[in-house]
């Protein structure tokens, strides 16, 4: 399996404009995550979903982002417009249904985003 | 509201020596806790959980203790390897909820 994929990698973008995280989660996993990494607040939960539904969206900043899971395989994070205290890397993970303890999350690689 | 902390943004270790990562947490309604293992340009992989019920887990060289009238967990690793150089997050989760709140982390260095 090639595990959660992110797109694209790397994102450097102006102030003002669009921008939109892409997701792939592991096939048969049925919980999405989308979390942000800073240096001071570490990995928050932005929002999650369970099979396409999102269920805790406490954590998105404000009205400027916004996610969406159309289908099992697919979810993007959209924010605009952009500014650049949303600068940081945006991981998307996923789970299988919870059946044990574990619930272990599977994270992606990762999309670092630069707004100037 | 930070609810799971790691208070020591960065920890330097000799190889061989025993690495201890410190983990307190505010909300008593959390009853599982994980640790994740995070390299540069790479997300978060799962290190070690344990459950409230317990108050050790140890799989290999990771050993994860957990005091829960104090409210904190610790992640040792023994010996330590270069390898083992990352930032390791403490996670906690409540009952059968899907949601993980995360520390900040702590980077260890281990030298040779």
């Known amino acids: 399996d090639a595990g959660v994929i992110q797109s694209p990698r790397h994102e450097v973008t102006e102030m003002g404009q669009e921008v939109t995280l892409r997701c792939k989660p592991i096939?048969?996993?049925?919980?999405l995550f989308w979390y942000r990494q800073t240096m001071m607040r570490g990995l928050e939960l932005l929002i999650y979903f369970n099979n396409n539904v999102p269920i805790d969206d406490s954590g998105m900043p404000e009205d400027r982002f916004s996610a969406k899971m159309p289908n099992a395989s697919f979810s993007t994070l959209k924010i605009q417009p952009s500014e650049p205290r949303d600068s940081a890397v945006y991981f998307c993970?996923?789970?299988?249904?919870?059946?044990?303890?574990?619930?272990?999350?599977?994270f992606g690689p990762g999309t670092r985003l630069t707004v100037l | 509201d930070q609810q799971v902390k790691q208070n020591s943004p960065s920890l330097s270790v000799q190889e061989g020596r025993i690495s201890i990562l410190n983990c307190d947490y505010t909300n008593s309604m959390f009853d599982y806790f994980l640790w994740y293992k995070k390299y540069p340009a790479e997300g978060p992989t799962f290190l070690i959980s344990i459950s409230s019920i317990k108050d050790k887990n140890e799989d290999g060289r990771f050993t994860v203790f957990l005091n829960k009238s104090a409210k904190h967990l610790s992640l040792h690793i023994v010996p330590s390897q270069p390898g083992d150089s990352a930032v390791y997050f403490c996670?906690?989760?409540?009952?059968?909820?899907?949601?993980?709140?995360f520390g900040t982390g702590t980077r260890l260095q281990v030298t040779l």
């Open positions: 993970a996923s789970s299988l249904p919870l059946a044990g303890p574990s619930n272990e999350q599977f």
């Open positions: 096939s048969g996993h049925n919980s």
């Open positions: 996670a906690a989760r409540v009952g059968t909820a899907s949601k993980l709140t």
